[in-house]
């Protein structure tokens, strides 16, 4: 990925072990939380405040794309663009962060060079101007649901909202061109190996919030006729859904892994 360095603190980079400090005392979902919180989470960035003016996230194809995780670490010297970021509904955006106590410290931001027009490229241009600095950081609201406030030296603030992760049952899932899978409460599955439909049982069994396995029965499909190409991801697909299988879920990706190791990665729809 080309990019440029949109704008560049001259303080060295920072190094050494993330500091992770509780801030305040009053019960979570009524005042400020663990700021150590928000990292590892997809938040959505719903409105920037720049000297006063709210700059509010527009339309709907830049809500589906916009998100920004932080992962705190030691930063990379002379690197532009680190591990935290996302997009807010163009570019993408790189940049190390740190977390001191209730200071959220973003450094060396980079970006890719989408022209990014009308009220998109507004909110983008206010979003950066705010994010690339030492942020002080609220989080209010209960988990699933949760509110990030990030307040710049010049009180200029980014709300952000936390993104719910969709659920592994009844949400679709795409595993490529017209192909997908939609798991049930009643232990069964239905969607489509991108030609033939198809359906069976399918048992899930979590070991965690994010993973666990699930056990496919004998699926039944159509028999349509479709193209060579076609014809051979369908078999590739079907050999992956069959049996016992593991599964990883991080955020809207679920990563689907047969016991020899050949796995597919579904996106939520």
Sequence with gaps: MKRTT???YA???LAGTTVLTAC????????TQDVSAIADTSWVPRKVTVDGKDYVLPGQGALKKAHITFKPGAAEPDTDGGESGGSVGCNSIGADVDIEGDTVK????????????????????KFVSVFDNDLKAELEGRPGARTLTLTSPQ?????????K???LKGTRWSLGENAYLVLTE???????????????RATVRKSTVKDGTIEFGRLATTRMMCSGPVMKTERELA?????KVSYQQEHDSLKITEAPGRSVVARAE
Excluded: W
Excluded at 24 to 31: F, I, L, S, V
Excluded at 239 to 243: D, E, P, V
């Design 186 to 200: 009643n232990n069964t599955v239905t969607g489509s190996l991108g030609c033939n439909t198809f359906q069976g």
């Design 6 to 8: 949109y704008a560049k």
């Design 239 to 243: 050999g992956i859904l069959s049996g």
């Design 11 to 13: 303080a060295a980079a």
């Design 155 to 163: 009180d200029d603030t980014i709300t952000l909202r936390e993104e």
């Design 106 to 125: 973003v450094s060396d931001l980079a970006m890719t060079l989408i022209g990014c027009q009308g009220a998109v490229g507004r909110f983008e241009e």
């Design 165 to 167: 992760d969709p659920a």
């Design 24 to 31: 305040g005392t009053e019960p979570a979902g009524t005042r």
